[in-house]
């Protein structure tokens, strides 16, 4: 589908905020998809608060529009901005929460954030129900899903449900995924499992570093494993 981008305060930037947002207001309205909020810089470094006041803007104007998904993509790209550049946690967290009440089906990258959120406090049952909440919406595209579920079910202990995801996981054809497979398998003791995986990968890639390290890697593993019940 094609989309409609525009950009708002093009090209004065220098307008004030409540002409930024009758325009966007009125861009919405003539069926833009998405806005560019210009003038969210000071000086030479990025001014982090104003770009929190445009993103508030932003998600307002769609909020008012009724297009829900949009003001979720608004609410997810703050979050970051509360985490990688302000490390507001409580902030991160709660732009998330209102991302995915929002539109609860705009973006595995907000279940994926929360998750490996409530992992860092944690709370594995709070970890458990985003995963599960994630999969069920985005049952038709699980790709993104594969990592932290992989990661919860050796957090877990449930080798089962590992191996069951790895597998999947490893039969998406993304070569980016072995590694991240094998490594899991590795930490959770499924030695052969993680050899089997990566020879597959090796012998399609023969001089691929990542792959080889991680061999490297899940043998160092057993012999530190089996030295240590001597």
Known sequence: DLKIITVIGFPLVANFSYIKAQEAKECI???ADALILTGITTGKSPSVDDALKYYGLSAKCFELAKMKKNAAVVYLQTAILYSQRL????NYEKMLTKCIETAPDVSEDAYVELYYLYKDKNDTV?????????????????EKLYEPEMDYYAMTGDEEKLLATVDKAASTGDAAMIPICATYLTNAKQYAKAEQVLKDAIEKSPNDFTLLSKMGYRYAMEYYDIMDRR
């Open 29 to 31: 309205e003539a069926g």
């Open 87 to 90: 490390n507001d946690m409580g």
């Open 126 to 142: 709070k970890c458990g129900d985003i995963l599960a909440k994630a999969k069920k919406l985005f049952a038709e595209t699980p």
